[in-house]
């Protein structure tokens, strides 16, 4: 009897963390992080009185609602907080980094995340989000002559750039793909792109810098690529293998939804 009282009150507990971290989802604005601290404190508390007093059980509902609560919404003021400042849109930043998963080849150049390590505007120190999305394009923006990118960029590259970055920004198209959200989930803070001129050119500074397992999987997609002459075909399977979908076609997304078997896709990736 003993153990079932027990299991409900650890399910209770679970239940009642989700509780606390969807009502902080529901704050218009988030509270100074000294609020969620407190909450986690309180909860801290409030599990400690029931372990010296079982009896107490009830209070564990509120001290893990409490701590839910105060966990989502420190998480969610440290992700703000890596917001790209306005002062530093459009400006020409030197970084150090290192290459993050797969870069994503296109008819136009390259697209990759970058973890940046150092950052630098004219000589200054500045901090930047710890992980953008960077493309290198052939010969786009008129601002910015762009060499051609790359072609052995590779994750787990550690890389000096002279980049443009910008906040996210998604279309305003109703139903639309929220592009914007989809960048906030990933971590990804600011977009964009690799400055490659006479002025300003990309220097590798070490070949292996991290990142093994996407280095492994950049290898598989390599072979699959090689090997497999067909392009969809080689993109389905690279989806499959390594989780890569950027190769897959949009028609033969559709297919896969017709058939019911987008979810494989999908948990592949």
């Not at 609560?69 to 003021?77: D, E, L, N, P, V």
């Not at 093994?212 to 072979?223: C, E, F, G, P």
Request: overall charge neutral.
């Amino acid at each position: 009897m003993g153990e079932k009282n027990q299991a409900w009150r650890m399910a209770g507990m679970g239940l009642a963390w989700l509780l606390g971290v969807a009502l902080q989802l529901q704050e218009r604005t988030l509270l100074p992080l000294w609020a969620y601290l407190l909450c986690g404190v309180f909860g801290l508390v409030g599990f400690a009185l029931v372990w010296r007093w079982p009896r107490l059980w009830l209070l564990s509902l509120l001290a893990a609602a409490a701590m839910g609560g105060g966990a989502a919404g420190w998480r969610a003021s440290e992700r703000l907080a890596e917001s790209l400042p306005a002062a530093l849109e459009g400006q020409d930043l030197q970084v150090i980094g290192v290459v993050a998963g797969l870069p994503q080849q296109s008819s136009v150049g390259l697209r990759f995340r970058f973890q940046i390590e150092e950052a630098q505007l004219q000589g200054q120190v500045v901090k930047l989000p710890p992980l953008v999305s960077l493309g290198w394009y052939v010969g786009w923006h008129e601002d910015a002559v762009l060499s051609e990118p790359q072609q052995a960029l590779r994750a787990g590259q550690r890389w000096r750039f002279t980049v443009r970055l910008r906040q996210p920004h998604g279309n305003l198209n109703p139903d639309g793909f929220d592009y914007e959200l989809y960048l906030f989930e990933q971590g990804l803070r600011a977009t964009g792109h690799v400055r490659a001129n006479d002025k300003a050119a990309p220097e590798l500074l070490d070949k292996q810098a991290g990142h093994a397992i996407d280095r492994l999987r950049q290898r598989v997609r390599d072979s699959i690529d090689a090997t497999v002459s067909d392009r969809r075909a080689a993109g389905v399977l690279a989806a499959l293998a390594v989780g890569d979908q950027s190769a897959i076609e949009r028609d033969d997304w559709q297919l896969f939804r017709t058939t019911g078997v987008a979810h494989l896709m999908s948990i592949s990736g």
